[in-house]
């Protein structure tokens, strides 16, 4: 199973922006789906993004398009996730996940980091 820590995470005004980003490690990362989810106070935990093996297939939350991109490097082990135009409703929880393609969910998780977005 893929052990995954996420960083990046921090207080910042409405309109600014944010680069979270997940380190993997244990198996071979090309092999994960990757994602991005959040979980605001109260709320059950929603998909923001997630990317294919290869990087080439994206698919985002419609709350986030536009303003959020998700990216991975499968030579570092990383994928990232770069927030602009954040707005106080982005504040959450953000979690970075790993599914690998022959599983419908996603079985691996980080530990999660705070996004604070201040109006």
Request: glycine letters at 12%; aromatic letters at 10%; a positive charge.
């Amino acid at each position: 199973q893929v052990q995954l820590v996420e960083s990046g995470g921090g207080l910042v005004q409405a309109g600014g922006s944010l680069r979270l980003s997940c380190a993997a490690s244990g198996h071979t990362f090309s092999s994960y789906v990757m994602g991005w989810f959040r979980q605001a106070p109260g709320k059950e935990r929603a998909l923001v993004a997630t990317i294919s093996r290869s990087g080439g297939s994206t698919i985002y939350a419609d709350s986030v398009k536009g303003r959020f991109t998700i990216s991975r490097d499968n030579a570092k082990n990383t994928v990232s996730l770069q927030m602009n135009s954040l707005k106080p409703e982005d504040t959450a929880v953000y979690y970075c996940a790993a599914r690998l393609i022959a599983y419908s969910d996603f079985g691996s998780w980080g530990q999660g980091t705070q996004v604070t977005v201040s109006s």
